[in-house]
């Protein structure tokens, strides 16, 4: 694998070095912006082509929450992770659902950081056991409401497998091999779901998928 190129946006000083001096360690990540809002992280954007963006939430000006909708229309291809000090769970759903990647709090160990970083760049998404919780909670709670014809969501035999192998975080080459079908075939499906679901990229689909109890 090459260089990861990462951005870090966080409007403490030494919060930012922190992350990067404990990072320093594993050398195919390289940072390659450093921003103290969601302003400054945009207009650095360009001239730094990051992928992956370790995403505080609460800035001054521009904040977290805004740039990643900003980032996700404008830059695609950029994977997000959120770094913050937010546990509710409101902000989980927010930003998985509005173009975030993955979602890690600030307490979380190096090798995790690294661990989501890579998960993101390779695999489109990362979640953990924190957001791993707050899905099954989401999941049990909607277990719990009486099923509505009009809004049950109905999925082919193609779509369910290639969906539940997304969420086993197969890539689109290993779907294929395992399905039989071309990656392109794959590749089309999983946009045609992310625009039915309305996700924003595959950590959101899968997001959606698990919510809505769409994958066994």
């Known amino acids: 694998m090459g260089i990861i190129k990462v951005a870090i946006a966080d409007d403490h000083k030494i919060f930012r070095k922190g992350v990067i001096l404990s990072l320093r360690p594993y050398t195919n990540i390289k940072f390659v912006l450093?921003?103290?809002?969601?302003?400054?992280?945009?207009?650095?954007?360009?001239?730094?082509?990051?992928?992956?963006?370790?995403?505080?939430?609460?800035?001054p000006g521009k904040d977290g929450m805004e740039a990643t909708k900003i980032i996700s229309k404008q830059y695609p291809a950029i994977k997000i992770v959120v770094l913050t000090m937010y546990e509710d769970e409101r902000f989980v759903y927010h930003m998985?659902?509005?173009?975030?990647?993955?979602?890690?709090?600030?307490?979380?160990?190096?090798?995790?950081?690294r661990r989501a970083i890579m998960d993101v760049f390779e695999k489109g998404y990362y979640l953990?056991?924190?957001?791993?919780?707050?899905?099954?909670?989401?999941?049990?709670?909607?277990?719990?409401?009486?099923?509505?014809?009009?809004?049950?969501?109905?999925?082919?035999?193609?779509?369910?497998?290639?969906?539940r192998y997304i969420c086993m975080e197969f890539t689109a080459q290993e779907?294929?091999?395992?399905?039989?079908?071309?990656?392109?075939?794959?590749?089309?499906?999983?946009?045609?779901?992310?625009?039915?679901?309305?996700?924003?990229?595959?950590?959101?689909?899968?997001?959606?998928?698990?919510?809505?109890?769409?994958?066994?």
């Open 34 to 59: 450093e921003a103290e809002n969601g302003e400054e992280l945009i207009k650095g954007i360009a001239g730094n082509e990051p992928d992956v963006i370790l995403m505080d939430l609460r800035m």
């Open 96 to 113: 998985m659902e509005n173009g975030a990647n993955g979602y890690l709090l600030k307490n979380a160990e190096p090798q995790e950081i």
């Open 128 to 163: 953990n056991n924190f957001v791993n919780r707050i899905l099954l909670k989401r999941s049990h709670a909607r277990q719990k409401v009486i099923p509505s014809l009009n809004s049950e969501i109905t999925l082919n035999d193609k779509e369910r497998d290639v969906l």
């Open 175 to 216: 779907i294929a091999q395992k399905m039989e079908i071309s990656a392109r075939t794959v590749e089309a499906i999983k946009d045609r779901l992310m625009e039915r679901f309305g996700s924003r990229n595959t950590a959101g689909l899968v997001f959606f998928a698990v919510k809505n109890n769409l994958v066994d």
